[in-house]
């Protein structure tokens, strides 16, 4: 029995399986792959990216083969000192697709995944070099769809929970109409990992001619976050940790805002003159934010500093967050370099925040996965 300590576990990771690139390629319309005549094909799966004044070869972004292949994978967690990787499907997963065809999609994505881990695990390494996967639903069909896949996804013995974005069945994640998921999601003990795709609103960030010119920095940096702060926001006021106290959801990001914004959520809960809290005629939630945080949710580590990291911990404990590198997005600019700064700034994070724990750098850098997702070593 190999021990847990000094195991890296990422669990921030994405992969587009060759099924779902060339379902990308094959469209025209956000989102989708364009191939221009020169360079490299463009992701363009943010609205913003369709950015018609811009000549095509320079919309969204440039997609090589990092965002499909297994090899790249295994060299970049072999460069970055990974030893297990539980993957996911990219964003925007099947949001996109007609209700007659996500769950067909959803089946080949997940057995797709299954397989990719099957073979990853079998090729001899030096050190430890594993896959497990987050599998995708189909959220575009009916709940009744969604709580088949939920079930099914049982049966992969490389699954570990499933992604989704936050607009739920379309209406957000708040809406009554996903109770049959998250019934499944919690009778299945499944963690949900919660991941933004759609951000903020572009007038949000400004002019135009403004946002054109810092690209993806603010739909990202904030817009990202932000998104999956109000989608659990509105889960926690719908009382949605009320009536599923066992759901488990993994927050990318580090939550977005919601470690540092949980106490002003809490009290402006319980200074709504509505609720009834303060006497008003509607039920507030039951649970307080704070409860939640540490009994439902767990935190990625993907926040690229100590005080994001430390408030993190604080808002949750030392045995809920998770190491992260959201590889393949914020590859190194310019010069090929084999390490990634965007990792680095990850790493030296933790280990500045923690640095004299070593138990607790351990923890966040694998110990806490393996307990948490049951992944065999
Ligand atoms: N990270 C992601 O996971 N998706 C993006 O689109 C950008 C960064
Ligand atoms: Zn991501």
New binding site residues.
């Given amino acids: 029995m190999i021990s847990n300590k000094h195991i890296v576990v990422d669990i921030h990771t ?1 992969i587009y399986p060759p099924s779902y690139i060339e379902l990308l390629a094959s469209r025209d319309q956000v989102p989708y792959i364009h191939k221009p005549t020169a360079g490299d094909p463009r992701l363009i ?2 609205p913003s990216d369709d950015d018609q004044s811009k000549l095509a070869q320079n919309r969204g972004r440039p997609i090589d083969a990092s965002y499909s292949s297994w090899e790249i994978k295994r060299a970049f967690m072999t460069s970055h000192g990974i030893n297990i990787s539980v993957v996911s499907l ?2 925007p997963w099947l949001d996109f697709l007609p209700s007659s065809e996500s769950p067909k999609w959803a089946k080949t994505v997940n057995d797709d995944l299954e397989k990719a881990c099957l073979e990853f695990n079998k090729e001899p390494s030096s050190s430890i070099c594993k896959l497990f996967a987050f599998g995708t639903l189909p959220l575009s069909a009916s709940a009744d769809d969604n709580r088949a896949e939920v079930i099914r996804l049982k049966t992969l013995r490389h699954l570990r929970g499933v992604i989704m974005g936050t607009t739920g069945l379309g209406l957000g994640l708040d809406d009554p109409a996903l109770n049959p998921i998250w019934q499944a999601l919690q009778d299945t003990e499944t963690m949900v990992f919660l ?1 933004p ?1 759609y951000g903020l609103p572009d007038t949000a960030f400004g002019r135009p001619e403004v946002v054109a010119r810092s690209g993806h920095v603010l739909p ?1 940096a904030l817009g ?1 976050p932000l998104e999956t702060t109000i989608a659990v926001s509105r889960m926690f006021l719908a009382g949605v940790f009320d009536r599923f106290p066992n759901l488990k959801m993994l927050l990318a990001h580090s939550g977005g805002t919601l470690p540092f914004l949980a106490g002003r959520l809490q009290s402006c809960v319980e200074h709504e003159r509505e609720f009834i809290a303060n006497g008003g005629c509607k039920q507030g939630p039951k649970r307080d934010i704070w409860e939640i945080l540490k009994m439902n949710i767990y935190l990625d580590a993907v926040v690229y500093g100590e005080s994001g990291l430390k408030a993190a911990v604080h808002a949750g404990s030392v045995e809920r967050v998770i190491f992260g590198t ?1 590889h393949p ?2 590859p190194p600019l310019g010069a090929e370099s084999a390490a990634w700064p965007s990792v680095g700034t990850n790493y030296a994070a933790i280990q500045g925040a923690f640095e004299k724990d070593e138990d607790i750098v351990e923890g966040i850098l694998g110990g806490n996965a393996i307990k948490i997702l049951g992944l065999e070593v």
């Fill in positions: 994405h799966i943010l990219a964003n991941h795709h990202l990202f959201d997005f914020f």
